[in-house]
């Protein structure tokens, strides 16, 4: 079935900072993908709507120049969170819209990124 | 605007024992509904999917679930649960099928299997 890689799965980096996590779709083009943000023990909150091709659609109250989201390519969406803070630590997940053939619009998701920010 | 609810934070079952996960929802239109399940760390799996046509989906795993309209339903069921079915799982809603639809996600349910 559809793929939806995430790359890295664990990350550690210093407060003040930027990282990048990468979402890729491995067997299907990805016109739209999603970030969500989850807490601990928490549902998945959207964070943004990625369009290839074209700028980014964030949700209410998500600091656009703080999580800054690039989807260049019909496969490959990513998120940097810039000058990371604490606070940032949590699990981002990525979503990617498979509209081909007999999957008919599902939403496939990655494996997750953890950030710890120290 | 579009919501979906699930009541209960957790559901204990014995292995063998059939399993329902509640969700119910509210949208504008004809909704589009699915359901996926988290495992520890991990990031969501896809179980189904109900957009038109009969109101049992089946699913990955042996999984179902029943689109109920009158009563804004579509709870998650398996006739016989097993250990491994043990994880969180999310009831999600859309209110459209165009790609600017965003989809929302209940808070989860924790199913815990018991051998």
């Known amino acids: 079935g559809a793929v939806v890689s995430q790359h890295p799965s664990r990350v550690i980096c210093k407060s003040g900072t930027s990282v990048k996590i990468e979402c890729r779709s491995l067997?299907?083009?990805?016109?739209?993908m999603f970030w969500y943000r989850q807490f601990p023990k928490q549902s998945l909150m959207l964070m943004a709507t990625?369009?290839?091709?074209?700028?980014?659609?964030?949700e209410q109250g998500v600091e656009k120049d703080k999580f800054l989201i690039n989807h260049a390519s019909l496969t490959l969406s990513t998120l940097t969170v810039t000058s990371a803070h604490p606070e940032d630590s949590s699990f981002y997940i990525c979503?990617?819209?498979?509209?081909?053939?007999?999957?008919?619009?599902?939403?496939?998701f990655g494996e997750g990124s953890w950030l710890t920010v120290v | 605007a579009q919501s979906v609810a699930q009541p209960e934070d957790q559901v204990n079952v014995a292995e063998g024992n059939p399993l329902t996960v509640k969700c119910t929802y509210s949208?504008?239109?004809?909704?589009?509904l699915f359901w996926y399940v988290q495992y520890p760390n991990r990031g969501l799996q896809f179980l189904l999917k109900?957009?038109?046509?009969?109101?049992l989906v089946k699913g990955s795993y042996g999984f179902e679930a029943e689109f109920n309209k009158s009563q804004t339903s579509f709870h998650l069921k398996k006739p016989s649960a097993l250990v491994s079915d043990s994880a969180l799982y999310f009831c999600?809603?859309?209110?459209?099928?165009?790609?600017?639809?965003?989809?929302?996600f209940g808070s989860g349910t924790r199913l815990s299997i018991r051998p």
């Open positions: 990625s369009n290839e091709g074209s700028k980014a659609t964030y």
């Open positions: 109900y957009i038109t046509g009969d109101n």
């Open positions: 999600a809603v859309r209110g459209s099928y165009s790609s600017a639809s965003k989809i929302i």
């Open positions: 067997d299907f083009q990805a016109t739209t």
């Open positions: 949208v504008s239109g004809n909704p589009y």
């Open positions: 979503s990617a819209r498979d509209r081909t053939g007999s999957s008919g619009n599902t939403i496939y």
